[in-house]
Structures are given as structure tokens and as C-alpha cells.
């Protein structure tokens, strides 16, 4: 229904009850993606387990297990979690797409370039996470006293791990978001420029709050490509809206010559 009436308004536009169908429409799928992955990810849940405790015991830690169902309580949340990654291009296209009828018809090819950044970003963020848990062990677990022994429970640990790993890839998406502000007119780049500080600052709080433990290390790790990637969005913005301004000029002056013409005409 969303889709046939947005197909009859020329500029795209659609109501808010037609926004409203059209997220619930978008929420099913992404959910449906999300719960085929998750499927899948039971399958790799032996392998990725083994990567996901090698940081722990390099650290000189050892796993434990509190009660007879947390093995199977990890097992549902690693399995979503891998569900989640896999299923990162799908739920990051309905993501877009509900914002895309809001925009023009020939801006709908920003989709694509949208899938192309974003999936690799949240990757890449889940990536550098996972580089960065060492070093956040070797930090906590080397306030231990010592003549105390630091018992780590595997499901605190594997919470710690994938909030972690979920917190950088979540924030390597913040730029893209950025971008999507302005290409649907919200957010200017003159206005990101002219504000930084407030960026910085916004950035850095970010980075502070994703880091599960607050260490200065895992902070620094993500707050310095995040910086970057907000370097590099603001820098597309202010192109988008240079390109913007010249197609509206363009535009005006286009109806100014067609209205000399129709004015010259005789009557």
C-alpha cells in the first residue's frame, strides 16, 4: 500500500500512516533476516566460540559456568549475535529504505552506495572491537590483587565481549547516519562544520559510553577512527550540498528562460 501511493505522488512523498505500514513492513523483514541468520549461526557457533575465549585465556583467564543452562543461554546469544552480522546487509537496506521514500526518485540510487559503506563499517568496527579485547583484558584483569584469583563467569564474559564488539559497530554506523541526515535535508554539512567542537565532544562521549569498561585505551581505539569517518561524512556532506545548490540553481534559472519564452510569446 506504501509503495503503490508513493508510486502515485511524483515527489515521493507519503503520509504518516503510510510511514507508520511501511516501518512495520520494513521491521517484519528485517526481523525475518535477522531469525534465518540466527538459524545459521548455530552452525558456526562451536568455531566462533573458540575465537571468542582465546582473548580470556591468552589473558590468563579461565571461563566458568554457574549453572547447567548457561551453556545453552551462550549459545542463543552468540547465535544471535552472528545472526545479526550476517544478516547486517539486510536490516541496514530496510533501514535506508524507509527513509528513501522520502527522498527524491533519482536520489533512490544512494541505497546502493549506502550497503556498500555501511556493511563494511559495521564489519569493520566489529573487527577493530575484536582487536582492541586484549588489551581490555590485560588492563581489568591486571588490577586483580595478587594474592586474589579473578573467577570470570564465561556468560559476564561473553556479555562484556559482544557488547563490546556490538558497541564499535553500532558507532562505525553513526558517520553513515550523518550523511543520510543530509541527503534528506535535516542536517546541513555547514551546520557539522560550524558546530565541531560540539562533535568532538559528542564523539568522544560516544566512544566513552560504547567502551563496556571505561578504560582510556578502548576509548582512544574508537574514538580515533571515529573522528576520521566524521572527517570524511563531513566532507561528503558539504559536497552533497554543493551539488544540491548547483541543481537547484540550475533549476531556477530553467524556469526563469521558460517564462522569458512564454512571456515573449504573442498573445
Not at 500500500?1 to 513492513?25: C, D, V, W
Not at 525475518?32 to 575465537?51: C, K, N, R, S
Not at 558546530?195 to 578502548?218: E, H, S
Amino acid at each position: 500500500m506504501a509503495r503503490t501511493a508513493a508510486r502515485k505522488n511524483p515527489e515521493g512523498r507519503m503520509s504518516l500512516k503510510e510511514h507508520l505500514i511501511e516501518l512495520r513492513n520494513r521491521l517484519f523483514i528485517a526481523l525475518a533476516g535477522l531469525l534465518v541468520a540466527t538459524v545459521g549461526g548455530f552452525f558456526l557457533y562451536w568455531p566462533v566460540m573458540d575465537i571468542l575465549m582465546d582473548p580470556l585465556q591468552n589473558a590468563g583467564g579461565q571461563g566458568n559456568f554457574s549453572s547447567a543452562v548457561s551453556p545453552f543461554d551462550i549459545m542463543i546469544k552468540v547465535s544471535v549475535f552472528l545472526g545479526l552480522i550476517m544478516s547486517s546487509p539486510i536490516w541496514l537496506y530496510q533501514l535506508w529504505a524507509f527513509i528513501v521514500p522520502g527522498l527524491h526518485k533519482k536520489e533512490k540510487w544512494t541505497a546502493v552506495g549506502f550497503i556498500a559503506v555501511a556493511v563494511p563499517l559495521f564489519l569493520g568496527g566489529i573487527v577493530l572491537g575484536f582487536w582492541a579485547l586484549p588489551y581490555a583484558l590485560f588492563f581489568f584483569l591486571g588490577l586483580t590483587p595478587g594474592d586474589a584469583e579473578n573467577l570470570i563467569t564465561v556468560p559476564e564474559y561473553l556479555s562484556f565481549v559482544l557488547r563490546l564488539l556490538l558497541a564499535f559497530g553500532l558507532a562505525f554506523l553513526l558517520p553513515v547516519l550523518l550523511v543520510g541526515l543530509n541527503m534528506i535535508g535535516i542536517l546541513p554539512g555547514k551546520l557539522i562544520v560550524k558546530n565541531w567542537r560540539i562533535t568532538v565532544f559528542l564523539i568522544c562521549l560516544v566512544a566513552a559510553m560504547a567502551a563496556p569498561g571505561g578504560d582510556a585505551l578502548t576509548m582512544f581505539v574508537l574514538a580515533g577512527p571515529l573522528l576520521l569517518l566524521f572527517a570524511a561524512a563531513t566532507g561528503f556532506c558539504l559536497y552533497n550540498d554543493k551539488r544540491r545548490a548547483k541543481v537547484a540553481a540550475a533549476r531556477e534559472q530553467e524556469f526563469d528562460e521558460n517564462a522569458k519564452q512564454a512571456s515573449s510569446l504573442p498573445d
